[in-house]
């Protein structure tokens, strides 16, 4: 097959993306960015709509946050109550620097984890402010009523997740996420009786409303009649979550997408590391061609479980024959200092390696397996229940089998996007009065998230970011008077009404899941846990030949005027397939392996992932430049100025 | 193995509905009971029909979007168990599944299997949180809790909001929904301040919906998928009578 070489490789421009970070040091920056915000008049507030897109942990809490502090909210969701955002899926926890078990955790040290962790592809002054906040977060959460685990003598408990040398993750049992939603949720819940915040559940954002240069509204589909709808505002807020569902199979919600951040990347905002994704190592593998999801199995099992393989290729004895001298420990052997706790890449990337050498387990090959024998014998059943009980019950419901005798049966599988939409420090895109909060912007991750950080940044950026750097944007900017009737307004809208009836228009010979399915498995291969350059350029290749196929041969189910879910589902996958060539060609480019990001062709002797930080340590936030063109890619270089970037080592 | 469905189809809230007969063969006993219905959706669509609307999307038990009336039981036969996490190898080769939406004149039906439980959120609107803004909230470890509160107030507070309880009241109360709530917050100190406010606010609301009362068939701790304690509603009714006495 002849493979056009895609210009990417050039060496990118030295762009004019600009981070906006505070002068000063590390630790004042947050501060002297507040001391010198503008503020806007409190009388004035009602008089500006804020338009929030998405309801999860980092929309529902800037939408409590803004009615609060008296701004006109607009609040829109695509499930049926803002309740149900995928935030509600997540188990662990949510760091914090609080050091209440004094065991040496300072703001510091959870800045230098998590920017470590990420490989050092994150902003130094975004990830500290992070750690800055982070405490402010359960402080605000315990006054809500968040009914976090707490210790004997009443206080909160810690404990320790994801590879960290201190305790400071706060949680709710394997319902840390459901919890800190909830708590959000109702602090909105209290502005929509406030009269602050208007709430419009089973709306889909379809397009982004530019009108002079500045985001005014947006275009919504009404998921029950299909009528397509126009709001105005003086800001959009984007808070849309991740687009791992590209995979098509991922530990993401059925509804999880990337069509409003897509919509928003074709109206001028650029798109950052599209190809850092995160692949948890702990998921229960795939079963068969049904299967619609994988569900993940917090990582805190870890602690205490075992991961092994067997050493011969052909051992198909059950687990619990298999004797210890031929069982192989692998991460034990090759990490002896973190052992079962390395981060979640590196855990991931091990699984692969085992597997591809052919020695995985189960039905399919594609497992390994976590064993808690070990730790029953040592803690004692009931310790292990208390612990992980829910997550045994979990897991039995869905295999049939229980892990107090068998071991787990364990894979990795897509579970959060560290790229997103480009953000600068204060959370706002390349299209002025566009900022984006939570899972959906690139921010502070970097290559690789740590576990319990997504509730962190998810709050962080609604209940205490966007407060100040709205304002700021509100207090200095010229917003005209634009009403729905602006023909901007209009012209969007029928392009949007266009695209639905293309898709009920084309009434081909394949499913939209089909298509899905078939992107997923090209992402899976070749976009996944391990790429090098020849199967990124099949994989943009085949893409590009789904996505014209697509448009030519998808059957999409029923009518517009109606509830369709077929119908929603064929405009995300539509995007999907888009995004999903941008995906490998931001791979293809970036000639080093960082943090989820390995690439074949750069590692050392060991196996181990080879960075590049006199090329590649900057952001790559790609433009959109017309439907058939590529995409233009702009860089923000990264500097380091308080941490020197070191090779992560968890030998 | 094969199934035979009995599924309601509706085309729209004031539309007549009826039950519709499919058979899916080759099911895997791995599959859910969603993906069952993904497998027939996808046969549907390839010969021209309309596919069958339900509401889902976490597939792990914890967001409430689904919730169908499987064989006559919310969520189906295993108790404490989501639609999303039942699995078929509880059925067997052969067996005839009635699957129909939730029925309660406060959950209208949209369309198929899909019903509106805005009510739900209304009830939260009215009082079900603590009103602090923002900021300026005091140390998290400045208020202890017992273990033992902490933990019972977690029960609660497992609510999904799936609506499963008052599908399965025979009076359509939405009582558990409400006192979980209700009961989450009484448990701590953080909800003290406006617990007279709350219980007779959110109980008004929950009348102002159209569910009916609770009269203690305990249909609902049964169906629950987080196993919530029927106790809620007792401790509810406490709340209330005090609240009621005290003004
Ligand atoms: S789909 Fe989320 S609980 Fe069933």
């Known amino acids: ?651 | 193995m094969t199934v035979h469905l009995r599924i309601w189809r509706q085309a729209g809230p004031d539309s007549p509905g009826r039950l519709a007969e499919y058979t899916v063969e080759d099911v895997n006993e791995h599959m859910s009971f969603l993906e069952l219905l993904d497998v027939l959706n996808e046969k549907l669509i390839t010969e021209g029909e309309e596919p069958i609307e339900f509401d889902n999307d976490c597939r792990e038990g914890i967001c409430g979007s689904c919730g169908l009336m499987v064989g006559g039981v919310a969520h189906g036969p295993q108790p404490r168990t989501a639609i999303c996490q039942l699995h078929m190898r509880h059925f067997n080769d052969g067996d005839t599944i009635v699957v129909e939406p939730w029925r309660a004149t406060a959950f209208p039906i949209i369309k198929d299997l899909v019903v509106d439980r805005s009510a739900f959120d209304r009830i939260m609107a009215a009082g079900g949180y603590v009103s602090v803004k923002t900021g300026g909230a005091p140390d998290a470890n400045a208020l202890p809790v017992t273990k033992e509160d902490a933990d019972l107030a977690m029960d609660y507070a497992s609510c999904i909001g799936c609506g499963a309880c008052v599908a399965a009241c025979p009076n359509s109360s939405a009582s558990l929904f409400t006192a979980s709530k209700i009961a989450h917050l009484a448990m701590l100190p953080q909800g003290t301040p406006e617990r007279r406010r709350r219980v007779l606010n959110m109980v008004d609301q929950m009348e102002a919906e159209g569910f009916g009362d609770c009269s203690n068939h305990a249909e609902c701790e049964a169906v629950c998928p987080k196993g919530i304690s029927i106790s809620a509603i007792a401790l509810m009714r406490r709340e209330y009578v005090r609240a009621v006495l005290s003004s």
């Open chain 1, 1 to 651: 097959m002849e493979i056009a070489e895609p210009h990417v490789t050039e060496r990118p421009e030295r762009s004019r993306l600009k981070a906006r970070v505070p002068a000063g040091r590390l630790q004042d920056k947050w501060d002297v960015y507040k001391n010198n915000a503008k503020l806007v008049n409190p009388a004035n507030k009602r008089k500006h709509t804020i338009i929030i897109v998405g309801t999860g942990l980092a929309g529902a809490s800037a939408a409590a946050t803004l009615g609060g502090l008296g701004y006109n909210i607009k609040s829109l969701c695509i499930q049926d109550s803002a309740r149900r955002a995928h935030s509600i899926a997540a188990q662990g926890g949510i760091n914090a620097a609080k050091n209440y078990p004094n065991d040496g955790d300072t703001i510091w040290r959870l800045f230098y984890d998590t920017i470590k962790g990420g490989d050092y592809r994150s902003r130094e002054g975004n990830v500290y402010r992070l750690a800055q906040i982070s405490n402010n977060i359960i402080d605000q959460a315990v006054a809500q009523g968040v009914p976090f685990a707490r210790e004997y003598g009443g206080l909160l408990d810690n404990r320790s997740f994801g590879g960290a040398q201190v305790s400071r993750t706060f949680y709710a049992r394997g319902q840390t996420g459901q919890q800190l939603l909830l708590g959000a949720y109702q602090a909105m819940s209290h502005q929509i009786q406030e009269g602050r915040v208007e709430m419009l559940p089973r709306r889909e954002m379809l397009e982004l409303v530019v009108i002079d240069g500045r985001a005014r509204g947006i275009v919504t589909r009404n998921l029950v009649t299909g009528e397509l709808e126009r709001h105005v505002g003086d800001a959009v807020l984007l808070c849309t979550g991740g687009y791992g569902n590209a995979y098509y199979l991922s530990t993401n919600a059925q509804n999880s997408n990337v069509t409003a951040a897509w919509r928003c990347h074709k109206r001028g905002a650029f798109f950052a590391n599209p190809c850092f994704t995160q692949i948890h190592p702990t998921c229960i593998p795939v079963s068969g061609d049904y299967q619609s999801k994988l569900t993940l199995m917090s990582e805190s099992l870890r602690n205490d479980g075992r991961v092994w393989v067997p050493k011969d290729t052909n051992d198909a004895r059950p687990p619990s024959q298999i004797p210890e001298g031929e069982r192989d420990y692998y991460l034990e052997r090759r990490y002896p200092s973190f052992g079962n706790l390395v981060p979640r890449d590196v855990a991931s990337r091990a699984a692969k390696a085992v597997t591809d050498e052919g020695l995985g387990v189960g039905e399919t090959n594609l497992a390994v397996y976590l064993d808690f024998r070990d730790a029953i014998e040592r803690l004692g059943r009931q310790a292990i229940e208390d612990r992980y009980g829910n997550l045994f019950e979990m897991y039995e419901r869905i295999t049939g089998d229980t892990p107090y005798e068998v071991p787990m049966r364990i894979f990795p599988a897509v579970h959060y996007t560290m790229g997103g939409l480009w953000v600068d420090y204060e959370l706002m895109t390349t299209v002025p009065g566009l900022f984006v909060l939570g899972e959906a912007n690139f921010s502070d991750h970097g290559a690789n998230r740590l576990g319990a950080s997504a509730l962190m940044q998810g709050l962080a950026d609604g209940y205490f970011v966007i407060p100040y750097t709205l304002g700021g944007y509100i207090a200095g900017a010229e917003l005209g008077d634009v009403t729905i009737g602006h023909s901007t307004f209009a012209d969007t809208e029928r392009a949007a009404g266009e695209r639905l009836r293309r898709l009920l228009d084309v009434k081909g010979g394949k499913t939209v899941a089909e298509f899905h399915r078939e992107l997923g498995q090209i992402m899976w291969d070749h976009v996944g846990m391990s790429r090098n350059r020849d199967g990124l350029l099949q994989a943009a290749e085949a893409i590009r030949r789904l996505r014209d196929e697509y448009w030519q041969n998808v059957n999409v189910a029923g009518r517009n005027d109606t509830l369709n879910k077929n119908l929603e589902f064929a405009g995300r996958v539509g995007d999907f397939l888009e995004l999903g060539e941008m995906m490998a060609l931001d791979a293809l480019h970036r000639e080093e392996s960082c943090g989820g990001h390995f690439r074949e062709e750069h590692k050392t002797a060991e196996g181990e992932a080879l960075r590049d930080d006199d090329d590649f340590a900057y952001v790559a936030a790609w433009e959109h430049t017309g439907d058939h063109a590529r995409p233009q890619l702009h860089r923000e270089d990264l500097e380091f100025e308080y941490v020197r970037p070191s090779t992560r080592s968890y030998k």
